[in-house]
């Protein structure tokens, strides 16, 4: 069984947060590959730790959205911490079935 791995590139795994209507939104997106097959991947989250307070402000679930990208958003403070004006350590996670594991990490600023 081989652990899936997590793009490092940025056009396939990013974060970005902008207003939509009166709210911002996190919207964010990771590509998981497989060897054994997309079928073999467990989950795949999102958390993200504000370097500004030491705290972890959210960690998220991501939906399957085909051809390896996995994906999701979440309103600011719904349910959340999430502050479009922070600086985050971002990091994506992904498990298959068999406990073969992945992670990337980066820090980013929600402006």
Request: net charge negative; with cysteine.
């Amino acid at each position: 069984n081989a652990a899936p791995i997590i793009s490092e590139s940025t056009s396939d795994t990013w974060v970005d947060c902008y207003r939509y209507g009166h709210d911002f939104v996190f919207e964010f997106q990771a590509f998981v590959d497989d060897m054994d097959g997309v079928q073999d991947v467990d989950y795949v989250e999102v958390s993200f730790y504000n370097l500004l307070t030491g705290y972890t402000d959210g960690v998220l679930s991501m939906s399957w959205e085909g051809d390896g990208f996995w994906g999701g958003w979440i309103e600011e403070g719904n349910n959340n911490s999430l502050y479009c004006g922070d600086l985050y350590d971002v990091t994506f996670y992904a498990e298959d079935r068999m406990g073969g594991t992945d992670q990337m990490h980066f820090e980013w600023a929600a402006l």
